[in-house]
């Protein structure tokens, strides 16, 4: 909870609580409404990025972002992945429409970057479907100390959300999503009535 140092009216009398609901110094403002919260980190807006609703949009190639501030997300820490995993702390959000089918690699590599962990879903937010995740690993040249990659299959023209965040809790900061999408097989999907893989059957025939 954060506590507004400023006491109502200037006097000795209660402050307001930021986050809690409450009225708290009697001024007829409760939290954000609340002249005394204006500056408080619990009302200050999230800048794009920072929560899952509110990715940043990323294309083939090159993206970049910048995690410095970002606050830690409610959504799980994926469990399972490939490589060493961290905390995935003050971690952002990027959303990608698949140009084509295909396996798409999702990397950190940037010598200017942090220690990234990475993972990749579909669905929405509330309704999340992880597809990959990992913590240490593309084996590219120029790279951080440990960078992230991911390959999955992807289906023109769907939308996939990709979570970037740091192993620890002081690893944060500018960096780069790198997306190539290749031209290799794709998985059916047997869930989706979609013919994923091309070959004439959806799901369950």
Request: proline share 6%.
């Amino acid at each position: 909870m954060v506590v507004d140092t400023l006491p109502s009216g200037g006097g000795g009398g209660p402050v307001e609580l930021c986050s809690n609901g409450v009225d708290d110094d009697s001024d007829g403002l409760a939290d954000c409404d609340d002249p005394d919260c204006a500056s408080s980190p619990a009302c200050l807006p999230t800048p794009p990025g920072d929560d899952c609703d509110d990715p940043i949009a990323a294309a083939d190639g090159a993206n970049a972002f910048n995690t410095s501030g970002f606050t830690n997300s409610a959504e799980p820490i994926p469990t399972g992945c490939t490589n060493t995993f961290g905390q995935m702390a003050n971690d952002g959000w990027l959303s990608y429409t698949a140009s084509s089918s295909g396996q798409a690699t999702f990397n950190t590599c940037d010598a200017g970057s942090f220690d990234t962990d990475l993972a990749v879903y579909s669905g929405t937010c509330g309704s999340l479907t992880l597809l990959g995740c990992d913590g240490d690993g593309s084996g590219l040249a120029g790279c951080q100390t440990f960078d992230s990659e991911v390959v999955v299959d992807v289906i023109a023209g769907q939308s996939y959300l990709i979570r970037v965040g740091g192993f620890g809790a002081a690893d944060s900061g500018p960096g780069t999503v790198t997306i190539t999408v290749g031209s290799g097989p794709v998985s059916e999907d047997c869930t989706n009535g979609v013919d994923d893989d091309g070959d004439g059957l959806a799901d369950c025939a």
